[in-house]
């Protein structure tokens, strides 16, 4: 295994996708790790990454100097290179000029990490200091117009520097670097497959449960999905998976689930429906974090009770995954400032004392979907877009009622047909339709209609923190608009959603 010392690069989960991209099982750890805990997790090599902060700033976050002492080969990358420097008696200082993009590296010799690589190759820099004094033993491997020391080396101690971003599509040669250094410096196997990762997994969970209960809250998402397949192909009918009925879901969706895991995967399924409960619940409410905590809150009641009844639960199952892990460590900076409260992020019953498995927690989410196949989780619902917890309940602007709740339902569901039909569901990370609580006035044959507006919401985004409107063809946009307001009665209007994410948000409430 690789460990990565996440000095709070925006890239660094990107290093940890290309390391296993390589078969190559890696972990992300804060800079604080002891060095106790790092001989325990017996890396073969390390990768420090790069980060905001300038290494001669007083509190610049540093890792302990004794890695340099295990006799295991280190990537410095940008920061991480300017501390290795630093730290083994080198110079950083502020670079005259900031370098930030494309620029043309020129490598001295093809060797070591940049073995089998042309001697003039792109790369992607980011990064204002620079090293003006190498340390002992190290030499230039490769410059840039604006950086003299774009890369360096200490062969003998098999220490590498590169001052710029290997992990990013735009150092075309950046998967080779890497392979040079997994394979061929620290002499990593390439081991880490899905198929090891179950049974690894299988024989860990067994070990951990016994004979014991274990519950799990399963919404028909891609990672409680995934996360109930493991479980059931480890330990099969000890887990129950609770999956409740809340009166907000899509077309058709909590009959697919029941179908799927009870009847097709013979999974001990639980399924509660709770939709009047909700909705009455929701009555009159129109803020949307009010909305939020009433079904958050409605939630776990439901789930408690349900759990309450069985006998020898011990352990709750969660599909939490390594980016939630990664993220809520919150290496850098303070924590985030809460915009909307995702209810099911921070946790389930507290007062169950059940003790937590989460299998997935150290898989990424493509992981997890090459996982699910495996597995044998249909395709449709391997790529499923993210549906909020809260589900269609934020999507109807207003007062959420069965009525509106009905339309919204045609709505998505024609949306969806389409954006499927032209092959957009996977490109796109969401698409979906908002029901507004304003009505306007349209023409229908000869009749004046006055009825309400739809807004289509569909953006692109890697992972929902920043996102795109995408850009949908107008032949699709008229297609949807037409099919619409001819098949759903109540909808006279569709508007199309063209903003970003920020300052906008995904879902409109
Ligand atoms: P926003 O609207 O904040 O959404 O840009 C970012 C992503 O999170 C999803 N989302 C939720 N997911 N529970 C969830 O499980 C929630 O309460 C929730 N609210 C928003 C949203 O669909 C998008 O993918």
Redesign the pocket.
């Known amino acids: 295994m690789i460990l990565i010392i996440d000095f709070g690069s925006q890239y660094n989960q990107l290093i940890a996708r290309r390391v296993r991209e390589h078969h190559v099982y890696c972990r992300i750890e804060p800079p604080w790790i002891s060095l106790a805990e790092i001989k325990a997790l017996a890396p073969e090599g390390i990768i420090l990454s790069g980060g905001p902060a300038s290494i001669y700033e007083k509190n610049s976050p540093r890792v302990d100097i004794e890695i340099f002492n295990l006799g295991i080969p280190i990537l410095g990358i940008c920061y991480g290179m300017q501390y290795m420097a630093d730290a083994l008696g080198g110079e950083v200082k502020r670079a005259e000029k900031r370098e930030y993009g494309l620029a043309e590296l020129r490598i001295k010799d093809a060797t070591g990490i940049f073995y089998g690589i042309e001697k003039k190759t792109n790369c992607w820099m980011s990064h204002g200091d620079t090293i003006t004094r190498l340390p002992k033993g190290f030499s230039v491997t490769a410059s840039t117009v604006s950086t003299g020391v774009a890369a360096t080396e200490n062969p003998l101690k098999r220490f590498y520097g590169l001052q710029f971003h290997p992990e990013v599509v735009h150092t075309p040669m950046g998967k080779t670097m890497l392979k040079n250094f997994l394979i061929d410096t620290c002499g990593c196997r390439k081991t880490w497959t899905m198929k090891s990762f179950i049974k690894e997994s299988v024989r860990e969970v067994r070990a951990l449960a016994g004979d014991k209960k274990v519950i799990l809250g399963l ?1 028909g ?1 891609v990672d409680s999905s995934v996360t109930a397949l493991l479980l059931h192909q480890a330990i099969g009918r000890q887990l129950i998976c609770i999956f409740v009925d809340n009166g907000l879901l899509r077309q058709g969706e909590a009959e697919q689930v029941k179908r799927l895991f009870k009847e097709h995967f013979k999974m001990n399924l639980r399924f509660v429906s709770a939709k009047r409960m909700f909705l009455n619940l929701l009555k009159g409410v129109v803020d949307p974090e009010k909305k ?1 905590k009433i ?2 809150r409605a939630f776990i009641e439901v789930f408690e009770k349900e759990a309450h009844k069985l006998q020898g639960v011990k352990f709750l199952a969660q599909g939490t995954l390594y980016p939630d892990i990664i993220e809520s460590r919150s290496t850098f900076g303070g924590p985030s400032a809460v ?7 921070g946790g389930l019953p507290k007062n169950m004392k059940l003790k937590l498995i989460e299998p997935l927690k150290h898989l990424f989410k493509d992981e997890v979907r090459v996982l699910g196949k495996k597995l044998g989780l249909p395709e449709d619902l391997i790529w499923r ?6 589900g269609l309940a ?1 999507r109807i602007i207003g007062d959420v009622t069965q009525a509106r709740l009905s339309i919204l339902r045609k709505l998505d569901t024609i949306l969806l047909e389409e954006i499927k039909e032209n092959g957009l569901y996977r490109k796109l ?2 698409s979906f339709a908002v029901l507004l609580p304003l009505k306007s006035v349209g023409i229908m044959g000869d009749q004046r209609t006055y009825e309400h507006i739809t807004a289509i919401r569909a953006v692109t ?1 890697t992972d ?2 920043t ?1 795109d409107w995408a850009r949908l063809p107008h032949s699709l946009l008229g297609k949807i608009s037409n099919r619409i307001i001819n098949e759903v009665k109540g909808v006279n209007r569709v508007v199309y959603d063209i903003s970003s ?1 920020p300052p ?6």
Request: aromatic share 10%; net charge positive.
């Open positions: 919404s998402g939020r079904i958050g915009i909307k409260s995702h209810h099911n992020v877009q993210p549906f909020p917890g809260p934020i990370w969401q985004s929902a923190m996102a994410k906008s948000t995904i879902e409109w409430e």
